[in-house]
């Protein structure tokens, strides 16, 4: 504590006894909160932990009781290459793919708006908004729509514009295309968050750093690599964490694209992987073991990240 | 300062008591056990295949059987019922009375998700004048779960304006010759969306190959790659790819708007698709949807699908089964709409819409006069169903079937695809 300039030989017994309230106040308004999380999100939590130790198929959820098997659920999950260990690849690299292209996409939309007048940016700003308003479920209806393999307005005018015939050109049965299309409706989704955030934090940064950067002789490239980036990486951390975890645990646009066409052994993600499992098939301990794995492997990643930004904040 | 805080505190007390009342009160809605009196039935009919004249017929005879009581249809669509039953049926909100794929129904009667239906009320239901392959559907371990609501094979219907003077096949191979001969840019011989599994059955039946058979110590082997499963997979090939422009990722929904177009020469499809084609250019309610009743649609005629010496082929036999759900919240209600459903009058309309009933009695009421009517009967007779295990639906549920016909619709080695198939299928029917 402090420091006296006289140092006893003994430190004196001081101790006044401070009694403090014990602070009530918080706690009480915390509570309606908390109690409605734990119910919420910390009970379905607590089941798909248990349930990840049982047998539960489809005749356990009638009321038959459900066997305890230890590890054997996660022991099935881990072994099954062919499953899970691909799939889990699979959406670790598409999630890789649609994080770089959201964010290089979100800061040059977030530049540009810098750059415009007044009237074009309220344009670009209501566009990004109306994509980013749409429900993930319609944007894939849509798009499928859009690149229907018989009536599709993609088909129709590449088959106008180059000459060949792209009609019945089917965009989803290749895996590869399959996934193209999805980052399409990804991307397009994910943009105008990142766009506006990106714009906010940019905005933020003053002039005259800028202007006098520019005198010194820097180029726009420099600026930006030297200028911008810092002051707003702290908001780049978050964007990529919230993008990782996002892309990694995809579901909606997957599952719809799927319905709509392709291959579903080949194509499918991590999210709808744990449906199929679960839903589908009515193998909810097994679902539940991956959905636990899944958890702790998004912690992980989320773990550095969150780390470092809180001992930024400390600083 | 004080004041403050007491401010602060019964803000937050009533902000708790408000929030907890809340929750408290969307959880109070508890449905108390009811036996007798007037209730609520809830009755799922899946797709567009019971007619409009059947639906209302069933409200208006229960609602006059059980004054005061109401019957709602609620529709429901093929793709994910079973998802939709499974969480739906053991939930608290279960409907009463349900449809469900005669494929599907062993995943549920296994499981204990239907009201048993004891042997008197089966006698009062029908006995043995149900289907009885229907029947052997919805049993399980020898009681009764789901019984048979109707079936319907699949024909193969054809329009004059569209064949023109090509005569109509009368064996297995002249079909699949036909569809190759008469396919141009714009119109398929045989229109078959890649994921259509149902209507290759028929070739492997036909071929002398098998879908999946349980040996004497009970595991299951798929006969898709078996030398009878090769030559009928190899003549699906041929079609899909020579004979047809349908693309090989969509399944047989509304197969009616290709052949409204004009650019089919042969649809294999269930009878019932007879109305879809027939109903008129603008739809009489706003959720119609339009058909060419004035062009293709005038002069519409079916054939059974030929087999390999002739006749009728063996083809997959469509139709539904219909269960009174375990968790249903009035179970005798349920069992009075479950009666007016397997009823004489109610199935006679079935037929005068060209359904099969559920009763073998009322078969002649379909009317075999038409080509379309007569076709079907033929195909009837001659009808198969998928393996009796209760891990089809999972089959089902995993599109591995459809997967595997797209597949073979790309052109990819049929062994290779029929091999896979059969493993996979294989994991599942054993797991």
Redesign the interface.
Known sequence: MSTTLVDSPAPPRQEIRHRRRPPY?PW??L??TM??LG?LTGYPVLRLVVMSFQEY???Q????PAAWVGLDNYAEVLTDVEGFWVVLGRSFLLMVFLVVTTLVLGMLVALLMMRVGKALRLLVSVGLLLAWAMPALSATTVWGWVFD??YGVVNNLLTRITGDDWF?H?W??NPLSFFLILSFIVVWGAVPFVAFTLYAGLTQIPEEVMEAAQLDGASAFQRFRLIQVPYVRSIITVLVVLSMIWDLKLFTQVFVLQ?I?????LTNTIGVYIY?TG????HYGLASAVGVIFVAVMLAIAYPYVRRTLREEEL | MNRNRLVGAAASAITLTLALSACGNAGGAASSPEETGPGEVRVWLVGSDTPQDARDYLKETFEEENPGSTLTIEEQAWDGLVDKYTTALSGSDAPDVVEIGNTQAAAFTSSGYFREITAEEFETLGGDDLLPGFVEAGDWEGKHYALPYYSGSRVVFYSDQVLGDTPVPTTLDEYVETAVDLRTKDLSGVYWPGQDWYNALPFIWENGGFVAEQAEDGTWEAGFSSEGGLKGLEQIQTIMTEGNNAPADTNETDLQVPFCEGQVAFLSAPSWIQWSINAPEEPETPDGVPGCASTYGSDLEAFALPGKDGGAAQVFAGGSNIAVAQKSARPDLAMSALEILLSDEYQTILAENGLFPAKTSLFEGVDQSTSIGAAAAEAAANAKLTPASPKWADVESQMILQTAFSKIASGEDVKAVAEKLDADIEEILNS
């Open positions: 106040l009480l308004l509570s309606a109690i409605l119910v198929e489809r005749a959820l009638m009321g038959q393999t018989q019945g089917s989803l049965l319905d066409g392709g291959d579903r052994e199929q839903m589908a098939q009515g």
